[in-house]
C-alpha cells in the first residue's frame, strides 16, 4: 500500500522522507490533484499543506471521492487539520493540537493557519495559530500576564494574514506602551525557545503513519494548547461524529465534472482530454454524438431520431413556438430555410446538449464514454504526444506558452479542420462546434489550445514530406 504526502512549507521533503521513507512526498495540495493522483483502496494520502489563494483549493468532494475508493485520507497542521475537521464525520481522519482545536470550535477560522509563500514555497508569514501557540507558552512560563496576552492575540489577528509578521506585530505594538513591552518579551523568549505548532502537528501525524496507518485515529486532547485560556472564545460544539453516508446522494455534477478532468485513464491521459481531442479532430465524433444525445432523450426507442422527436411532442416542444431569434441562435440560415420542421427540432436538441456535468449524457468515467470515443488508446496516445510538444515549446521560449497562440490562427485551423468554407460566417462556425458539443465556436478554440502546436507541427511533417517525395 502506498502512503502519499502533501507538504510544503510546514515540513521540507528531507523531513518527510526522513520520518516517513516509504512515502511519496508531494507539493501542497491544489484542487484536482488527489483525482490525478488516482490512489488505490487501501493507499493512505497525507494532506499537510495546500495552495487556495494563487490556485483553486483542493475541494471537500474531491477527499470524499477518495473515502468512497476506500482510501485512508489523514489532515493535520494546516489545510489538512482544516479539511480533516470539516470532514471527521465521513471518515477523515485528523491528527495533533491544530485539527482537534477545529474539531471542537476552539478554533473557526481559515486564516489560524494560512500564510503567504514565496514560489519557491517558502512560508514568507506567520501563520496565527503559533502566534497563540508562543502566547501561551510564554504564558505558561510566566513572561506574560493572561490579559497581555489576550491583547497581543487580538492585536495578531487584527493583521491580515497575508502581512502577518514578528516584524508587523511589533510595528502595531508601538501604538501601545504597555503591549510593546509585553512584546518585547514575547520576542525574546520565542527567539530562545524554538516552537512550531504546525510542524509538530505534522512530524506527529508522519510517525505515526510511518508506524502503521491503519492503526492511525482523531487526535483528542484533555488540554489542548490552543485551549481558550488565553482566548475567551465561548465552547463551541464541534462536528458530529462519523456516520454512514454510503448510498447518500454527495457525488454532484462538479464530482462527475473533476473526475472526467483529473482522473487518469489510458497513459495516465484523463478522459475529458481524450475527449475534447475527439472532439476537435475526429470526423466521425458529431455522429457520435448525435446518436448518444438522442437516444438518451429516447430512451428505449427503436429508433433515437423518431423517439426523440415523440418525447418532445409529449413535452410539448415544437419549433412552431420558437420566435425566429431563437432559431437563428441554433440554426445557419440555410438550415432554418431547407430543413423540415422533424430535423430542425432534432438538430436543435443535439445541439443544446453540451459537456455538462448536470446531464446524465454527459461521460465522467471511461466505462460511460464507450461509443462515445472512437479508440481511447490512440486518443490517449494523441493528447499525451500534444502535451509533449506544448511542453517542449514553452521550455524552450515561456512566452511560447498555449496561452499566448493567437486566436486568429487556432479559428482558421479549426475551420479547416472541420472543412468550413472560407466564408463561412459565425452562425455557421457556432452550428458546427455545437455539432461537436461544444458551446459555441469560440469555447472551442481555447479547447484547441491545447492541441494546436501538435497539429499544425504534425501536418508540416507531412507536408514535408509530401514536398520531398515530388522533389
Not at 482510501?71 to 471518515?91: F, H, T, W
Not at 512530524?203 to 490552543?226: G, K
Amino acid at each position: 500500500m502506498s502512503v502519499h504526502v502533501f507538504a510544503g512549507p510546514t515540513l521540507p521533503q528531507s523531513r518527510i522522507r526522513e520520518l516517513c521513507p516509504h512515502a511519496v512526498a508531494h507539493p501542497p495540495v491544489r484542487h484536482g490533484d488527489l483525482l490525478r493522483l488516482d490512489p488505490k483502496p487501501g493507499d493512505t494520502v497525507l494532506i499537510i499543506d495546500g495552495l487556495w489563494h494563487q490556485s483553486a483549493p483542493i475541494r471537500h468532494k474531491e477527499i470524499l471521492a477518495l473515502l468512497a475508493d476506500g482510501v485512508r485520507v489523514i489532515g493535520a497542521a494546516s489545510m489538512g487539520a482544516l479539511r480533516a475537521a470539516e470532514l471527521a464525520p465521513y471518515g477523515m481522519t485528523g491528527v495533533g493540537r491544530i485539527f482537534d482545536a477545529y474539531r471542537t470550535g476552539t478554533l473557526d477560522a481559515d486564516d489560524e493557519v494560512a500564510i503567504l509563500q514565496d514560489s519557491d514555497g517558502r512560508a514568507l508569514t506567520l501563520a496565527l495559530v503559533n502566534v497563540r501557540a508562543a502566547l501561551e507558552r510564554a504564558h505558561a512560563d510566566q513572561q506574560v500576564t493572561h490579559a497581555e496576552a489576550v491583547a497581543l492575540l487580538r492585536l495578531a489577528r487584527a493583521i491580515p494574514y497575508a502581512r502577518r509578521t514578528w516584524t508587523r506585530l511589533r510595528r502595531a505594538a508601538t501604538q501601545d506602551e504597555t503591549l510593546a513591552d509585553a512584546l518585547g518579551r514575547l520576542d525574546q523568549w520565542r527567539r530562545t525557545h524554538p516552537y512550531d505548532l504546525k510542524r509538530e502537528d505534522a512530524e506527529e501525524a508522519l510517525t505515526l503513519i510511518a508506524a502503521d496507518p491503519a492503526q492511525v485515529t482523531a487526535s483528542t486532547w484533555a488540554n489542548p494548547i490552543l485551549h481558550a485560556t488565553i482566548d475567551s472564545a465561548a465552547e463551541r460544539t464541534g462536528p458530529a461524529d462519523a456516520e454512514d453516508w454510503t448510498g447518500q446522494p454527495w457525488s454532484t455534477s462538479f464530482v462527475r465534472y473533476w473526475d472526467a478532468a483529473f482522473r487518469p485513464g489510458p497513459g495516465r491521459v484523463p478522459l475529458l482530454a481524450a475527449l475534447n481531442h475527439q472532439q476537435l479532430y475526429d470526423p466521425g465524433f458529431p455522429a457520435r454524438w448525435r446518436h448518444r444525445v438522442l437516444t438518451a432523450i429516447a430512451g428505449r426507442a427503436a429508433t433515437p431520431k423518431a423517439g426523440a422527436l415523440a418525447v418532445a411532442q409529449a413535452c410539448g416542444v415544437n419549433t412552431a413556438d420558437m420566435t425566429p431569434e431563437q432559431l437563428a441562435f441554433w440554426l445557419t440560415p440555410a438550415e432554418q430555410r431547407d430543413l423540415t420542421r422533424a430535423d430542425t427540432l432534432a438538430r436543435i436538441m443535439v445541439r443544446c446538449a453540451r459537456w455538462d456535468g448536470a446531464w446524465t449524457v454527459w461521460p465522467s468515467t471511461w466505462e460511460e464514454a464507450a461509443g462515445l470515443l472512437s479508440d481511447p488508446v490512440a486518443a490517449a496516445e494523441s493528447v499525451t504526444a500534444a502535451f509533449k510538444v506544448n511542453a517542449r515549446a514553452e521550455a524552450a521560449d515561456a512566452r511560447h506558452s498555449i496561452a499566448h497562440l493567437d486566436t486568429r490562427r487556432i479559428s482558421r485551423h479549426l475551420a479547416e479542420q472541420w472543412k468550413l468554407p472560407p466564408s463561412a460566417d459565425q452562425a455557421e462556425r457556432d452550428a458546427a462546434a455545437r455539432d461537436r458539443a461544444f458551446r459555441d465556436f469560440a469555447g472551442a478554440v481555447e479547447v484547441a489550445r491545447a492541441y494546436y502546436l501538435a497539429a499544425v507541427s504534425a501536418a508540416g511533417v507531412t507536408s514535408s514530406a509530401s514536398d520531398s517525395r515530388r522533389t
